[in-house]
């Protein structure tokens, strides 16, 4: 049997990158099948190795620096200079400063995280000479609008009494006025251009707090609170600069980053994948596939809505290729995939465990569920040899 097969994964939160997905993937599918050809193409959506994979594919460079994390702290991090480029282009990923892995689980509350650092990455990356940023949306572990991010490039966020806020998303239910005056002049020079959920809405019934929320540790008190806060930062924004961004698809983006992005440094939102594809070479890997095995850590009702299994699933779908994905977990309206592209999937888990055992064996788990996809196809491959195949 000879089969050519796409990997094209998502990395799986806290665990592994998209790159290490993929080799996890193409191990199992060789051990089913030694005699298949393995295309790899590491999904980035923006999140977790947006910048080092963009870096990568274009032969740019990586800069590390240390910035503000999301609990105040200092946090190893880096963006880095896309190469071939006519301008000078800096590629950054919020989740490097602020994303969910920075914060522990037990310190998880979205009501004091912020994005400062992502401002100290898109400063350095001003300081280096950069004349067009490309900002990656996803991962996040902050909801706090993007506020702390507009803040470290000179936007003063103040109370009633004028003082400045407190960092966190929880400190914008207090949020009197914005002042953009101290604004980073630099910000008007340069073009930034966002990579976004674009189902991401920052308020209403499907906002970033009630959507994402409750993932980063938000009690329902507190989604509630965070709601709010949004509204009244929302306002804030659009007194200030005359700019509407409450119901702005992407807008909600990475705990409403996408909202300062536009709303406050003057910069454009797009669909990730209107990004991303400029610079991975899907398409045509797809149509050179038999199969397509994708994967990310959820698999439910909400993947649909801009994450890679039905981004892979829909470009498959188009060149007429099945497509398998594989997930940590399977969650609540998963079967909703079914009308995205994806024609089977299965969970990587064999047996009840915890989070952290299953962290931990994460690399194993997708090797063996990978080989067990792989050869629940070559037995539909036997059948299909005999006549049997429905």
């Known amino acids: 049997m000879s089969l050519t097969i796409l990997v094209a994964p998502s990395g799986f939160k806290e665990s592994l990158s998209a790159e290490e997905a993929a080799n996890c993937i193409e191990k199992g599918v060789l051990r089913a099948c030694p005699s298949a050809e393995v295309l790899k193409v590491p999904m980035v959506d923006g999140g977790e190795g947006f910048t080092k994979a963009l870096v990568a594919i274009t032969g740019g460079s990586l800069h590390e620096l240390t910035v503000t994390g999301p609990l105040g702290e200092p946090v190893a991090s880096h963006f880095g200079f896309l190469g071939g480029q006519s301008e000078r282009t800096a590629v950054i990923e919020m989740a490097a400063a602020a994303g969910l892995r920075l914060v522990p689980r037990d310190r998880r509350n979205p009501c004091l995280t912020t994005s400062y650092g992502v401002g100290e990455l898109i400063r350095a990356a001003l300081d280096a000479g950069a004349r067009r940023i490309l900002l990656g949306c996803g991962d996040s572990g902050i909801n706090d609008g993007g506020a702390g991010m507009a803040a470290a490039l000179g936007v003063k966020l103040l109370d009633r009494k004028g003082k400045p806020l407190a960092p966190g998303g929880a400190a914008l239910a207090s949020l009197a006025r914005i002042d953009i005056s101290g604004r980073d002049p630099r910000l008007a020079e340069v073009r930034i251009d966002a990579a976004v959920n674009w189902h991401n809405v920052l308020l209403g019934a499907r906002g970033v707090a009630r959507v994402f929320g409750p993932q980063k540790g938000a009690t329902p008190e507190q989604v509630e609170l965070l709601a709010a806060a949004m509204e009244t930062y929302a306002a804030a924004i659009e007194t200030a600069t005359g700019i509407a961004v409450g119901d702005v698809a992407g807008a909600g983006a990475s ?136």
């Open 255 to 390: 705990g409403g980053l996408g909202a300062a992005v536009m709303g406050l440094l003057g910069g454009a939102l797009h669909p990730r994948y209107d990004i991303v594809m400029r610079y991975l070479d899907l398409d045509s890997m797809i149509a050179r596939a038999d199969l397509v095995i994708t994967a990310e850590g959820s698999l439910d009702g909400q993947t649909p809505f801009g994450k890679v299994p039905a981004e892979v699933g829909h470009r498959a779908k188009e060149a007429g290729r099945p497509v398998i994905a594989l997930a940590g977990t399977i969650g609540k309206g998963v079967t909703l995939n079914f009308e995205h592209g994806i024609d089977a999937f299965a969970s990587i888990l064999k047996a009840p465990c915890t989070l952290d055992d299953a962290i931990n064996a994460a690399p194993k788990l997708l090797v063996r569920a990978a080989e067990d996809a792989v050869r629940m196809v070559r037995v539909g491959m036997l059948l299909n040899e005999r006549g049997l195949a429905a």
